[in-house]
């Protein structure tokens, strides 16, 4: 039954391209409509199909009776939070072309929307993670009167306007865990990942220009350490680890700092050893070498500069990556470790609620709204690096 | 005029640069005769390549036909729909690119690639294309031709895999074929196979053809017809012959003139001196593959040796071994009559300043993340020591020396220089080492003839006014002719012959010798045809034979 109106539908909008393509071609004929593919003729009907149907459900959750209106708040919130992004990203770009230097404003002038979108993103996490002492209404570790408060502040529908986004189930402030969690996660995930390519880094370029009986040794052990699953290893690590550590929780902490970044190393080493590798074999490494140059000039000066861009997206990536070994560390009980707020954490310690998702969305919300932080920064890292990327291979032409 | 097969009228093509469309074709004229082989000659940047395209109604991206019209046998390209072209191109219209290593597929055996063409255009079923390749193959004269076209492309040599390339074009019969530079990459006696291959399958069938190249005297053997191009402009068009003999335009002239640029003899050398770079007997060898057998020269102060040789002949490696990045097994080699350290690690600082090099492809031999001001003064603050405002002095004395002003140059990125320029920083940057001797490998032959030019001209005052040595390794005869003093002559790691440039050019001579000066081409149409008559055939075959061990 399902496949048969899947047939038909895909039907109809294989119809709609074709109409829409002869219609292109009575009415306009540009080349562009001539030489359009059906099949491209037929996604544009896809995607119009698509905005229809989002727009319906939108629209569904605004004026719907109170029975259906639930079940699609979390599109409307999800449409919502896109137009919003999109306005403040275009608003912060528009910001960035007429306010200060030459220089700055020509960088805004030529970034995309989706990147403008990112840098504030990055800087809000930045500024939230700095300054969380004094924008958190409470202590991360503080328990209020009231535990299971529901977000919106909404008293009719059991919030509190105290606590905008709700308590937890032993009644901490959700909003103050959120704030105080982008200090500890984004923090030890930025340290961590920084770690990883220090370490990775310098290691991969020197496998690459040294070559021979250094580069077997550092590879066939970066194979062993690759060759065991990371999360397990990760897991036995700080299972020693917490023995060293004994009752020291900070020490435990650095100690994952530190296994998470030798395990994520062997990734940013084979990466960068692919790249040098590509870089050595050219003529001006060549050039350096019969200067008589030192490896540290080779490496740094030489082969960095002509490495950044792959090794720029790798880092987004792989910051990403480190952020959610540390929630599934923390999920395991050996990662940061309470009463520190962690995103991770905080997903785990909510998820329960997700159960009330089709008849109390705002009470289903806790979980989201860390799992949104995570999400949020993911893909603001993400387009950051792609818009980076972007420029500095365009420098290359 | 019935027999016309392509019009080009007022073409105007643009590309887009930074926000902007630049002009790259302003309005080009073109005939071409069903059978007829048109040359389309000029430097790099002039629109050869461009309009070759265009011909087949195709831009590359962020390029765009802005006026003009491209006529194909009474089709309008310009204006043809996606359909109409994948109609004509590949089936009516092909094309041969310059490097086709680079245009294969890797991953799919020749034949597999040669009779996708004619299946896809409903020209021959598989079996009958298949057939047909395996005779084109022989026309081509391709060493066995029943099993060539099973392999893949990695397993044929260069010269061989351009004429499979062109069996490809030949496939569905087309009415015109576009060469696109397609024996530059090559060494000059494959050269002349492929030439030759070329010329008699386009006669074979009655095939239009546009040939594009750079060289000269390549274009006067294919050509019926000549056409100059200088930055996207037509220069002047003319019969092969009335071009060569009497060209119109300065321009023009000044394209023939460059063959003719040659150095005084210097006078003989004086037994007693002791050589810059002595050579003696050295053996090399990657693994277990010698490619170096007791080699010996000598390089005298201010002068000029020429390496030549087909590529696989050793004379990079050579090099390698005077620079200590391959420590040679046997043999050794002097500076000034101290022996140097066989590797380069183990030499000192100032052994390491006295050798510099400057390599073919200036792209990769500069750092493109470094401005010149910053390439230059590496060595200078390297070598010398110098910081600050002393450093940028001397990289402003260096810029001045090879002709380029550094207010203009200091901050550039080699991304920001043509090639010409960028051949001229890897020269300062060996400069900036004040060496003695320089090893110059194939620095001129990724370049255009007038540019390339400019650069052996300029090597020939620095070695007046700073008393340098080089080795020069070419394969390029006229560079040679050019600018060695003396000439070492090398075919398959060994020495085949070697001595003063004067003697080298006259004859008896050793037979390889004989064949590389032999296969150089001249700017006389008639070349070829005499030089294939001389050698016969079979000859050519079995050079081909020999090249795929």
Known sequence: ?????????????????????????????????????????????????????????????????????????????????????????????????????????????????????????????????????????????????????????????????????????????????????????????????????????????????????????????????????????????????????????????????????????TRVYRLSRAVGQNIVVMDYIEAAKLRGEGLGYLIFKEILPNAYAPLLAEFGLRFCFVFLTIAALSFLGVGIQPPLADWGTMVRDLAAFINYAAFAPQAASPPLLAAGAIALLTVAVNFVVDWMLYSSSGLKE | MSDALLTIRDLRIEGRSDETWMPIIKGVNLDLRRGEVLGLIGESGAGKSTLGLAAMGYTRDGVRISGGSVTFDGIDLVNASADDKRNLLGKRIAYVAQSAAASFNPAHKIIDQHTEGPVQHDVMRRDESELDAVELYRRLRLPTPDEIGFRYPHQVSGGQLQRAMTAMAMSCRPDLIIFDEPTTALDVTTQIEVLSAIRDIVEQFNTAAIYITHDLAVVAQMADRIKVLLRGEEVEEADTRTMLDTPKEDYTRSLWAVRAYERPAKPAILKKDTPVISVSGITASYGTTKVLEDVSFDIHEGRTVAVVGESGSGKSTAARCITGLLPPILGEIKFRGEVLPPNYRKRTRSQLREIQMIYQIADTALNPRKTVGDIIGRPIQFYGGLRGRAKRKRVEELLDQIEMPASEYFDRLPSELSGGQKQRIGIARALAAEPSFIICDEVTSALDQLVAEGILRLLARLQDELSLSYMFITHDLATVRAIADEVVVMKNGRVVEQGAKSEMFRPPHHPYTDLLLASVPEMDPDWLSKLLEERGREDIGDAGMEKMD
């Open chain 1, 1 to 265: 039954m399902i496949l048969a109106y899947l047939l038909i539908g895909f039907l109809g909008l294989l119809f709609l391209g074709w109409a829409l393509r002869a219609a292109g071609r009575g009415l306009i004929g540009s080349p562009y409509f001539r030489d359009m593919g059906l099949s491209v003729a037929f996604g544009y009907m896809l995607a119009v199909a698509l905005v229809a149907l989002l727009a319906w459900g939108y629209w569904l959750s605004r004026f719907a009776p109170p029975e259906i209106a639930p079940r699609y708040f979390f599109l409307r919130i999800a449409i919502e939070g896109l137009v919003l992004f999109a306005l403040a990203g275009w608003l912060f770009r528009a910001l960035g072309r007429t306010l200060g230097t030459a220089g700055s404003r020509k960088v805004f002038r030529a970034m995309p929307v989706t990147a403008a979108f990112g840098i504030l993103v990055i800087l809000l996490y930045a500024i939230v993670a700095i300054f969380a002492p004094l924008l958190a209404p409470y202590g991360q570790d503080q328990v209020l009167a009231t535990a299971n408060v529901v977000p919106g502040g909404d008293p009719a529908l059991g919030g509190n306007p105290d606590f905008p986004l709700g308590t937890d189930q032993i009644g901490r402030d959700i909003l103050s865990r959120l704030i105080f969690g982008a200090q500890n996660t984004v923090g030890f995930a930025f340290v961590t990942t920084c770690l990883a390519f220090l370490l990775g880094g310098t290691l991969g370029f020197l496998a690459a220009v040294l070559g021979g009986w250094l580069d077997q040794l550092l590879s066939r052990f970066v194979d062993v350490l690759m060759a065991i699953p990371s999360l397990i290893f990760a897991l036995l690590l700080m299972a020693i680890a917490s023995a060293w550590a004994g009752s020291e929780r900070w020490l435990l902490t650095l100690y994952m700092v530190v296994i998470i970044a030798v395990i994520d190393s």
